[in-house]
């Protein structure tokens, strides 16, 4: 992966999207059983040539049909977790190695390295969330560093999750605008 990177960047491409995924996640996406990079170039046909050379001195490519993108964001849909982190890019990038090589079926793991994002998506919740629990591994309360969003849960565990909206005005708020919880139930809190 180091290699990778170095010559990814030195190549300067210039991607629509790049994501990084764990085995896991390119098996949800029947694209095999080891990590994989899904870069999405566009523009005329000169310019996505070019980085498609640039990309093929990197390593073996191959292309797939663009419904994939679709596939990768409803990978979410029926998720019972959703958490996302982001930070600075490189170190997200340092770190993607040993973030990728844990192969947990349970667990689809995908960064966008360029934004430094980490998205983990599970299809069965933690047992046992609470607040001084680590959830799949990750402080709830982040690091300075490092900013951790719990996006979807299971109703039981958001009570135990800090939140910058769970504060009395932010309910009241919420309960005046949206008094039957139709907005985004179960997201965000």
Excluded at 37 to 60: D, M, T
Excluded at 128 to 146: K, N, Q, S, T, Y
Aim: proline share 8%; charged share 25%; with cysteine.
């Amino acid at each position: 992966m180091p290699h990778f990177w170095g010559g990814f960047l030195a190549a300067r491409l210039g991607p629509f999207a790049f994501e990084i995924l764990s085995a896991s996640a390119a098996r949800a996406l029947d694209l095999g059983n080891h990590s994989i990079c899904l870069i999405r170039f566009g523009g005329n046909a000169p310019g996505v040539n070019g980085q498609l050379a640039a990309l093929a001195e990197l390593g073996r490519y191959e292309e797939v049909e663009a419904k994939l993108w679709g596939r990768l964001r409803n990978l979410e849909g029926g998720a019972d977790c959703v958490i996302r982190i982001s930070g600075p890019p490189a170190k997200l990038r340092d770190a993607s190695p040993g973030i990728l090589s844990d192969d947990l079926p349970e667990v689809l793991t995908w960064i966008t390295p360029v934004r430094g994002l980490l998205r983990l998506v599970t299809y069965e919740p933690p047992d046992g969330i609470a607040a001084d629990d680590a959830v799949l591994g990750i402080d709830p309360r982040g690091r300075p560093d490092e900013h951790v969003i719990f996006e979807k849960l299971p109703a039981a565990a958001w009570p135990d999750i800090p939140s910058a909206v769970s504060d009395r005005l932010s309910q009241r708020i919420k309960r005046v605008f949206d008094s039957d919880d139709l907005l985004n139930p179960g997201i965000l809190g």
